[in-house]
């Protein structure tokens, strides 16, 4: 079986990881699978790579590979370069990341897409793919929901409905119906190793936006009871001043492949509330402190923190409340705290959305 996957990401990488996990595991599910990804190249993730685009935090105005406003032109090129990889795929089902419920920037190409789509014979199954908290936007619920009921099959949402259910962040998610489907979260394979031992582990994601957040833990690590210990921060591959981060007994790094089994063996991880990284520190029953991106209104990370915070999971700094002080004190409670158990939230969420695209498409 066949699956064309769309997904663009914007600031962070956040959204193409969950996808390339999603599409590792349809491959190793048996299925065919192209990833098309909208957003600038990231190395080691495998996509049929459209012209990028990205955005600034404020999310208004979309960018090209050269930094330029996208025109016109440039939209009617990549829907073109969109629509032919379609076409080629030849798919048996269309998974697209988000949109009708974000990515509305994106519809100069996604409308094209869904209405080949729905003109192609044998139709293909169509099925949204999103988080488990989408950022809310009452004024365009009834937009979104019109575009569903014309263009979409199933709604698979990558959460554990015990955690947050979909219509905390989307009021008109009863009319959705038995379409909804709750997966669990999605989260790649924890690897075994014996890396990190006893480190402090420091990260924010992709970087582009964790500058404070960095800057703020090597002022915080004085003032913890850790401060004798190793920290590691890792900065992210869009980081931009990473040598004021240095100081003795502070390792600071871009990114590492074994970020994961350095969470697993870690004393306590500080880091933003990306959907990603909270599920691998959950996975990893790592000892947290949460400081949820909330610049340009956004909300999602900060409620999911509260929700796990809520749950005695995590410990949470909001953003605005960020200091030195502040965050030496979270981590005082975190390291303080148990590990999380396991089991604590359903982290499934890769396998049983291969089960329900097998079960649709069979």
């Known amino acids: 079986m066949k699956v064309f996957f769309y997904v663009q990401h914007l600031l962070g990488i956040g959204h193409l990881k969950r996808a390339a996990t999603l599409a590792q595991a349809l491959r190793a599910g048996g299925f065919e699978v192209t ?3 909208g957003g600038e190249p990231v190395a080691g993730i495998p996509v049929l790579q459209l012209p990028p685009a990205k955005s600034d935090a404020s999310f208004k105005t979309l960018y090209d590979e050269h930094g330029r406003p996208v025109d016109e032109a440039w939209k009617k090129r990549r829907t073109g370069v969109l629509l032919e ?3 080629k795929a030849k798919p048996d089902g269309l998974l697209i990341e988000l949109f009708p419920f974000g990515r509305r920037q994106m519809r100069f190409e996604l409308l094209p897409l869904l209405e080949a789509a729905k003109e192609r014979r044998p139709r293909p199954l169509v099925v949204c793919s999103v988080r488990d908290l989408l950022q809310p936007n009452a004024a365009r619920e009834d937009e979104a929901l019109e575009r569903f009921e014309r263009y979409f099959d199933r709604l698979l949402v990558h959460g554990d409905p015990t955690v947050a259910r979909f219509e905390r962040s989307f009021g008109n998610a009863a009319a959705l119906g038995e379409r909804l489907h709750y997966t669990g979260y999605v989260v790649e ?3 075994t190793g014996d890396a990190g031992k006893d480190e402090v582990l420091v990260s ?5 936006v964790g500058q404070r957040l960095l800057q703020t833990a090597t002022e915080a690590r004085p003032l913890t009871s850790l401060r004798n ?5 890792l900065a992210g591959p869009n980081a931009k001043d990473m040598e004021g981060l240095r100081s003795e007994g502070v390792i ?3 990114a590492r492949e074994d970020f994961t089994v350095r ?3 870690c004393l306590l991880s500080v880091s933003q509330a990306g959907y990603n990284t909270v599920m691998e520190t959950l996975q990893a029953r790592a000892r947290a402190v949460l400081v949820p991106y909330a610049a340009g209104a956004e909300s999602e990370q900060t409620l999911r923190a509260k929700l796990l915070a809520a749950r005695g999971l995590v410990e949470v700094v909001e953003e605005s409340a960020l200091g030195a002080a502040s965050l030496a004190a979270a981590i005082e409670r975190a390291a303080a705290a148990p590990r999380p158990p396991p089991g604590a939230i359903d982290l499934d969420g890769a396998r049983r959305s291969v089960e329900l695209l097998r079960e649709w498409l069979a």
């Open 35 to 37: 990833l098309a990804s």
């Open 85 to 87: 990889a379609f076409e």
């Open 189 to 191: 394979e924890m690897p």
């Open 204 to 208: 924010a994601g992709g970087g582009a």
């Open 229 to 233: 210990s190793v920290w590691r921060i």
């Open 252 to 254: 600071v790094e871009r």
């Open 263 to 265: 969470l697993r063996n």
